[in-house]
């Protein structure tokens, strides 16, 4: 179990939590309306001009921060809405809020949670979201109000003030924030155990194994985290005691932390654990442990009973180096269930493209004999790792590397070649150097590769025209590439994509694809080319890509995209040109464009990507909307659960499916309504409902598999059973304020007075 979330760090805004959709609705429109809400400032109604204040503030303009600050002072708005100007004061950069924050919190402090000196009502919601927003800006140790907070008679106000403590770089931990592990708030004492952790106490493995003991199940399981947190032998010692504790949670929990704290070995051994939960801790901790160590492990995992399991272990798999995932991968592509079979051919795919060749849907035949050609290519396409073990199915012996060229070869080459160069070498002796140079047999694409591609020669004409072609078909191929008739070009290409299918084309080759095909115009050359280098991660090859990045032809365009995402590697200007072919004309180009960003897995590509999320063209919006969820930055969720009311039942299908790839379990809601949508629609959202929810409530061991129907109603009831708390409820990122400027909120007619943020 994660830790309690820390309040922030000075210069860091928190979270958004305070959300209206009218408002959202408003701000995520094509063109935000900064005109207008800065007008909405001073309306009459003080509902409007705070909602106005409010969307400024998150576009990032502090023309309302005035406005802020007298929403949360005044008495006859609504809480949320006066808690979410708090939030909104607290998120401003510039200028800085901290002395408003200060004066409200002077107003709504400690004394006033108890409706003393003068406060007529005692407001401590008000006392919690400004010390979180304070904590954004100022670190607790330099301002005596989070200590004040801390002995607030308000549970709320105890935990944000911990939360700030928490994330604090200066000072100590005060005694009085030691002491709330005590508190009778359950909330309160989980954050007063992830401060203890998070700071260091010197007496923290002693008060976090105590609360071990915990009445409550949510502390302990804090209590655990924060033990991983802290680290340490005896902080190990007493996870890896908890392995053998009765309860399943709290030995997933201990997993989880000691994975955390970088106990390998114990890690591994919980993979034999009865229980699903703990087992899927382990697959999960897969992605971050050594392959060499955990390859046995993870060929286990892909077998595991529970369907979390396989696939959580596939996706861990797949952060893996791809000669270490690539074989546990393929043999993931062999298993009977659909979701698992589907999820290795994803994520295989991804790291090696001629998987997406694999029929997931097809008849065992088709995909038995598929498979049989992936198992002999892999080898020698992606190489294979020790970590892959010589159990794993499909992964045939690694074959030896050839003898190294002698040098006595290279240097007799040499001389050929140089003769070859020599403008004053007569006929014949040009001649009898193209036959010494054929005489060399198996050597001489080698020694040339030593020459052309190692040492840097530049090889004549000739010897691409005379010399190799009648060695190797991959260089008559290549002769024919430079014709005049770009029907012969093109066929020579769709050769060379053919010849490309059975073996790589081979260093040598792959330089001289590069120089010729750079000046190639005509786009289905080019397609048939960048066919012939997907599977190629090397220098050259990025090097065409990159260049056909900037064809006239849409297809081809994509197409150099899609290598860019698998073999990236050589091409230093390859964030750049991506981030460039966002702004492509083709909705198809902007869509590969942003995979190859997403899968390079930086968060800081996440801005490059917000933008499109304001997209006309629903695909291009869903497509960003997945990368930033895969990338976990905060607005892909939200994007997505818009686009599930999509007008487009294939939109919507996506959407299902996406939701899925990302797993945030706030997504779940979502996929239940989608349950009612169309056939497809359906049976991509019970797909991605186990993915989201972290297991599959509508399966049961030992009982066949239960209709559709039965699954849908399984999830249905699930959904009623975990929404209770959350319906009807005044919480975070749920709730909001009435009114927007009114240019969109009166215009559209008043609201229902009830409806809140």
């Known amino acids: 179990m994660p830790l309690p979330r820390a309040a922030g760090q000075p210069g860091v805004p928190p979270a958004l939590r305070w959300r209206y959709p009218d408002l959202d609705d408003l701000l995520a429109g094509p063109e935000p309306p900064r005109a207008d809400l800065r007008t909405a400032l001073d309306d009459r109604d003080p509902t409007v001009a705070t909602n106005a204040a409010i969307g400024l503030a998150r576009l990032g303009d502090a023309d309302g921060i005035d406005?802020?600050?007298?929403?949360?002072?005044?008495?006859?708005?609504?809480?949320?809405?006066?808690?979410?100007?708090?939030?909104?004061?607290?998120?401003?950069?510039?200028?800085?809020?901290?002395?408003?924050?200060?004066?409200?919190?002077?107003r709504y402090g400690p004394q006033n949670d108890r409706g003393a000196n003068g406060a007529t009502h005692p407001i401590p919601e008000l006392h919690a979201e400004l010390i979180r927003g304070l904590a954004a800006h100022v670190d607790p140790a330099d301002d005596p109000r989070f200590l004040e907070a801390l002995g607030s008679p308000a549970a709320e106000v105890?935990?944000?003030?911990?939360?700030?403590?928490?994330?604090?770089?200066?000072?100590?931990?005060?005694?009085?924030?030691?002491?709330?592990?005590?508190?009778?708030?359950?909330r309160v004492r989980t954050a007063a155990l992830a401060s203890l952790a998070h700071r260091q106490h010197p007496q923290a493995?002693?008060?976090?194994?105590?609360a071990l003991d915990d009445r409550d199940l949510q502390v302990r399981l804090a209590a655990v985290a924060a033990l991983g947190a802290l680290g340490g032998g005896q902080a190990h010692e007493t996870l890896e005691q908890l392995l053998d504790d009765p309860g399943e949670v709290i030995r997933a929990g201990a997993v989880a932390a000691l994975a955390a704290a970088g106990a390998e070995p114990t890690v591994l051994e919980a993979a034999d654990?009865?229980?699903?939960?703990?087992?899927?801790?382990?697959?999960?901790?897969?992605?971050?442990?050594?392959?060499?160590?955990?390859?046995?492990?993870?060929?286990?995992?892909?077998?595991?009973?529970?369907?979390?399991?396989?696939?959580?272990?596939?996706?861990?798999?797949?952060?893996?180096?791809?000669?270490?995932?690539?074989?546990?991968l393929l043999a993931g592509l062999q298993k009977a269930g659909y979701t698992t079979r589907k999820q290795a051919a994803r994520h295989l795919a991804a790291l090696w493209p001629e998987a997406?060749?694999?029929?997931?849907?097809?008849?065992?035949?088709r995909r038995a004999e598929v498979l049989a050609r992936l198992r002999d290519r892999l080898p020698r396409e992606i190489g294979l790792h020790d970590a892959a073990g010589p159990d794993v199915p499909g992964a045939a012996p690694v074959q030896p590397a050839p003898p190294p060229i002698s040098p006595q070869t290279i240097a007799h080459a040499q001389r050929l070649v140089a003769a070859l160069s020599d403008p004053r070498v007569a006929e014949p002796a040009r001649r009898q150097s193209i036959a010494s140079l054929r005489t060399l047999g198996p050597d001489l694409v080698a020694a040339l590769e030593a020459l052309a591609v190692d040492r840097g020669v530049a090889l004549p004409e000739a010897?691409?025209?005379?010399?190799?072609?009648?060695?190797?078909?991959?260089?008559?191929?290549?002769?024919?590439?430079?014709?005049?008739?770009?029907?012969?070009?093109?066929?020579?290409?769709?050769?060379?994509?053919?010849?490309?299918?059975r073996r790589p084309l081979g260093r040598l080759a792959a330089a001289r694809l590069a120089a010729v095909a750079l000046v190639e115009t005509d786009?289905?050359?080019?397609?048939?080319?960048?066919?012939?280098?997907?599977?190629?991660?090397?220098?050259?090859?990025?090097?065409?890509?990159?260049?056909?990045?900037?064809?006239?032809?849409?297809?081809?365009?994509?197409?150099?995209?899609?290598?860019?995402?698998?073999?990236?590697?050589?091409?230093?200007?390859?964030?750049?040109?991506?981030?460039?072919?966002?702004?492509?004309?083709?909705?198809s180009v902007v869509r590969a464009a942003v995979r190859a960003l997403a899968a390079s897995g930086r968060i800081d590509e996440a801005d490059s990507l917000k933008r499109l999320l304001l997209a006309t063209d629903e695909w291009v919006c869903l497509e960003a909307a997945t990368a930033l969820g895969r990338l976990g930055d905060p607005s892909g969720p939200p994007a997505l659960e818009r686009l599930s009311y999509s007008a487009d039942h294939a939109v919507r299908r996506e959407v299902a499916r996406a939701m899925g790839q990302i797993g945030d379990p706030s997504l779940a809601p979502s996929l239940v309504r989608l349950l009612d949508d169309q056939p497809d629609v359906r049976r991509a959202a019970l797909e991605a409902l186990p993915k989201v929810?972290?297991?599959?409530?509508?399966?049961?061991?030992?009982?066949?598999?239960?209709?559709?129907?039965e699954r849908v109603e399984s999830w249905k009831r699930w959904h009623r059973q975990h929404d209770g708390v959350r319906r009807g409820s005044l919480g975070p990122a749920g709730n909001s304020t009435e009114g927007l400027p009114r240019a969109t909120v009166r215009a559209r007619g008043e609201r229902d007075s009830a409806r809140t943020y």
Not at 162 to 175: I, K
């Open 523 to 587: 786009a289905l050359v080019w397609q048939s080319v960048l066919d012939a280098i997907a599977a190629d991660p090397g220098e050259p090859a990025s090097r065409l890509a990159c260049a056909a990045i900037r064809h006239p032809s849409p297809e081809v365009r994509r197409r150099a995209c899609e290598h860019l995402t698998a073999h990236g590697a050589h091409a230093p200007d390859r964030t750049a040109l991506l981030r460039q072919a966002l702004h492509d004309e083709s909705p």
């Open 273 to 328: 654990d009865k229980s699903w939960r703990v087992r899927l801790e382990v697959a999960r901790a897969l992605a971050d442990l050594p392959p060499p160590a955990a390859a046995a492990t993870a060929r286990r995992l892909i077998d595991d009973p529970s369907l979390a399991v396989q696939c959580r272990t596939i996706a861990s798999v797949a952060d893996w180096p791809r000669a270490q995932a690539g074989p546990i």
């Open 67 to 106: 406005r802020l600050a007298e929403g949360v002072r005044t008495p006859t708005l609504k809480l949320p809405i006066r808690r979410a100007a708090a939030e909104a004061l607290g998120r401003i950069a510039e200028p800085s809020p901290v002395e408003f924050l200060r004066r409200l919190l002077d």
């Open 205 to 210: 493995p002693e008060y976090l194994t105590a």
């Open 158 to 186: 105890r935990r944000e003030a911990l939360l700030a403590w928490s994330a604090g770089r200066h000072g100590t931990l005060p005694v009085e924030a030691v002491d709330l592990r005590t508190d009778p708030d359950p």
């Open 463 to 501: 010897v691409y025209r005379d010399v190799l072609p009648p060695c190797a078909p991959v260089f008559r191929a290549l002769n024919r590439l430079v014709s005049e008739d770009v029907a012969v070009r093109r066929a020579a290409a769709r050769e060379l994509a053919k010849l490309a299918e």
């Open 693 to 709: 929810a972290g297991r599959d409530v509508a399966a049961a061991p030992g009982r066949p598999p239960p209709s559709v129907a």
């Open 356 to 365: 997406a060749k694999f029929p997931v849907d097809g008849p065992p035949e």
